[in-house]
């Protein structure tokens, strides 16, 4: 049993994150029968932050996955068994119980059976082109009692009784076609897009029960949209009913019209921290609105900077900058309470996160050390972290230790907002839609382009005075950009 237990070694779900229980297993890479090194990615998992790459710690050949894809396991969980010295005789089998004489194990055979193959060696097994098969078992079924009522079965080898027409039971419904196979035995996972797979997840839609109709048997937006569509009401023929009944008949419910998808994922992590957050810390929220014309001039200046090729630029980048600049100003505000122990703890390192919006919900990543970024290495840094969140591909570590969060809700068409902070940070801005709107410029009034910001902190922290200052520093560097020279 000890070497069986060393061949075998189980590879249990890890806490890819801080102090996360859980996490869905998104995709295997591997079936059983693959062999796998140490290091090998061997399934996707979803944890409540990120998606992340489970690599696997040893070399072996895939024994089981124990769980399937879609299923939540707890961390420390066993997920997948592999044999690690492959090609290893099996086991011993544990010796069975001395067997039974012939006449009393062998079962009444029916007439005209035919003769039992004469008995080769290796313990009567039959020789085949290559071993010698299946051992034959050395135990006996207990006969099962019939329940009280139920018809006897037959006896074996005695055809059975043709049942009363009354009692004869009704045709069997059609069993359903079998799925295609992979080399593994496995049914073959269904062709579609990602977003499909998404819509598909969202609705409870299994997508191994939709018929395709894309090209070379790819499951489209539209073929989901049909499976979750409610089936038609089958016509039956009418049946005379006293009018008294037709009176009290009660109009069926309405179908279709509601759907349940389970909170889980991010969206259920982000929803903990948000009611965490709300009811913790006490939040006030600032407004300033602000005429950022200057600064929309100097993004399109940058766009076309040579040392700026390549890099993403935006309203957005600025911003970023600006609120970092106010940070050096007014370091106070950058800092977070420990409930614990009773203390204020100031922070000398700006990590800036920047929630995104993703197909698996919100989530902020946060740029590690952004205060003592230039400005192209921070926009570069930006440029970064938007494709990875869109690709899914965040790590929890990317979205842990954030200190300050920008939520850029103008690119939506919002004015402002009022953001609720993430959980051990200290401030949020919100940056609104930039808009020409008639603005008093040197005296006249003149169409330019005005935004909204808003500045949610937390009051333990930010008393009215310094969440002001900082609000307005930054207003201040985005209606003249040359303070990001002058206040550097």
Same mark, same amino acid.
């Given at each position: 049993?000890?070497?069986?237990?060393?061949?075998?070694?189980?590879?249990?779900?890890? /806490?890819?994150?801080?102090?996360?229980?859980?996490?869905?297993?998104?995709?295997?890479?591997?079936?059983?029968? /693959?062999?796998?090194?140490?290091?090998?990615?061997?399934?996707?998992?979803?944890?409540?932050?990120? !998606?992340?790459?489970?690599?696997?710690?040893?070399?072996?050949?895939?024994?089981?996955?124990?769980? =399937?894809?879609?299923?939540?396991? &707890?961390?420390?969980?066993?997920?997948?068994?592999? &044999?690690?010295?492959?090609?290893?005789?099996?086991?011993?089998?544990?010796?069975?119980?001395?067997?039974?004489?012939?006449? +009393?194990? $062998?079962?009444?055979?029916?007439? =005209?059976?035919?003769? #039992? *193959?004469?008995?080769?060696?290796?313990?009567?097994?039959?020789?085949?082109?290559? @071993?010698?098969?299946? $051992? #034959?078992?050395?135990?006996?079924?207990?006969?099962?009692?019939?329940?009280?009522? +139920?018809? $006897?079965?037959?006896?074996?080898?005695?055809?059975?009784?043709?049942? #009363?027409? +009354?009692?004869?039971?009704?045709? !069997?419904?059609?069993?359903?076609?079998?799925?295609?196979?992979?080399?593994?035995?496995?049914?073959?996972?269904?062709?579609?897009?990602?977003?499909?797979?998404?819509?598909?997840?969202?609705? =409870?839609?299994?997508?191994?029960?939709?018929?395709?109709?894309?090209?070379?048997?790819?499951?489209?937006?539209?073929?989901?949209?049909?499976?979750?569509?409610?089936?038609?009401?089958?016509?039956?023929?009418?049946?005379?009913?006293? *009018?008294?009944?037709?009176?009290?008949?009660?109009?069926?419910?309405?179908?279709?019209?509601?759907?349940?998808?389970?909170?889980? @994922?991010?969206?259920? *992590?982000? +929803?903990?921290?948000?009611?965490?957050?709300?009811?913790?810390?006490?939040?006030?929220?600032?407004?300033?609105?602000?005429?950022?014309?200057?600064?929309? %001039?100097?993004?399109?200046?940058?766009?076309?900077?040579?040392?700026?090729?390549?890099?993403?630029?935006?309203?957005?980048?600025?911003?970023?900058?600006?609120?970092?600049?106010?940070?050096?100003?007014?370091?106070?505000?950058?800092?977070?309470? /420990?409930?614990?122990?009773?203390?204020?703890?100031? %922070? /000398?390192?700006?990590?800036?996160?920047? $929630?995104?919006?993703?197909?698996?919900?919100?989530?902020?990543?946060?740029?590690?050390?952004?205060?003592?970024?230039?400005?192209?290495?921070?926009?570069?840094?930006?440029?970064?972290?938007?494709?990875?969140?869109?690709?899914?591909?965040?790590?929890?570590?990317?979205?842990?230790?954030?200190?300050?969060?920008?939520?850029?809700? =103008?690119?939506?068409?919002?004015?402002?907002?009022?953001?609720?902070?993430?959980?051990?940070?200290?401030?949020?801005?919100?940056?609104?839609?930039?808009?020409?709107?008639?603005?008093?410029?040197?005296?006249?009034?003149?169409?330019?382009?005005?935004?909204?910001?808003?500045?949610?902190?937390?009051?333990?922290?930010?008393?009215?005075?310094?969440?002001?200052?900082?609000?307005?520093?930054?207003?201040?560097?985005?209606?003249?950009? %040359?303070?990001?020279?002058?206040?550097?």
């Amino acid at each position: 049993m000890a070497a069986t237990d060393q061949r075998f070694r189980e590879f249990k779900m890890p /806490d890819v994150g801080e102090g996360l229980t859980e996490a869905e297993i998104l995709k295997w890479y591997v079936a059983p029968g /693959d062999r796998v090194a140490d290091g090998q990615v061997v399934c996707e998992v979803e944890t409540a932050k990120a !998606a992340v790459e489970l690599p696997i710690p040893f070399d072996g050949v895939v024994h089981e996955l124990r769980f =399937g894809e879609g299923t939540t396991v &707890d961390v420390g969980t066993a997920i997948i068994s592999v &044999d690690t010295q492959p090609g290893a005789g099996d086991a011993p089998a544990p010796s069975a119980a001395p067997a039974e004489p012939a006449e +009393a194990a $062998a079962p009444a055979e029916p007439a =005209g059976a035919a003769e #039992p *193959a004469e008995p080769a060696e290796n313990g009567g097994r039959q020789a085949n082109l290559v @071993g010698y098969g299946v $051992a #034959p078992s050395s135990t006996k079924r207990r006969p099962r009692k019939p329940r009280p009522g +139920a018809p $006897a079965a037959p006896a074996r080898g005695v055809p059975a009784q043709p049942l #009363p027409a +009354a009692a004869a039971p009704a045709p !069997a419904a059609p069993a359903p076609p079998r799925p295609e196979l992979n080399g593994y035995g496995k049914a073959a996972r269904p062709l579609a897009k990602p977003p499909v797979r998404k819509l598909a997840k969202d609705l =409870g839609i299994d997508l191994a029960t939709v018929t395709p109709t894309g090209p070379d048997g790819t499951i489209t937006r539209e073929d989901v949209h049909a499976a979750a569509a409610p089936a038609p009401a089958a016509v039956a023929e009418p049946v005379a009913q006293p *009018a008294v009944a037709e009176a009290e008949a009660a109009p069926a419910p309405a179908v279709g019209r509601e759907r349940r998808v389970p909170v889980k @994922g991010v969206r259920k *992590a982000t +929803a903990q921290a948000m009611v965490s957050s709300a009811f913790t810390a006490p939040h006030v929220t600032e407004f300033i609105t602000v005429d950022v014309t200057r600064t929309m %001039k100097l993004v399109a200046d940058l766009k076309q900077d040579p040392d700026m090729a390549g890099l993403r630029v935006n309203p957005l980048l600025l911003v970023a900058k600006a609120f970092l600049v106010a940070i050096r100003r007014n370091p106070e505000i950058n800092a977070v309470w /420990d409930d614990g122990a009773q203390e204020i703890v100031y %922070k /000398d390192y700006v990590n800036l996160g920047i $929630a995104a919006a993703t197909p698996r919900g919100l989530i902020v990543p946060n740029i590690k050390d952004a205060g003592s970024l230039t400005l192209p290495e921070l926009a570069s840094a930006l440029g970064e972290l938007v494709s990875t969140a869109r690709e899914g591909k965040t790590s929890p570590a990317a979205m842990s230790g954030g200190t300050v969060t920008i939520t850029n809700v =103008g690119v939506f068409g919002v004015d402002t907002g009022t953001p609720i902070l993430n959980p051990g940070e200290s401030a949020i801005l919100a940056f609104g839609a930039v808009k020409l709107q008639p603005w008093v410029h040197k005296g006249k009034v003149k169409p330019r382009q005005v935004t909204t910001l808003a500045l949610s902190f937390d009051h333990r922290l930010v008393d009215g005075e310094l969440g002001s200052k900082v609000l307005a520093d930054i207003a201040a560097v985005l209606e003249q950009p %040359k303070r990001l020279i002058t206040w550097a």
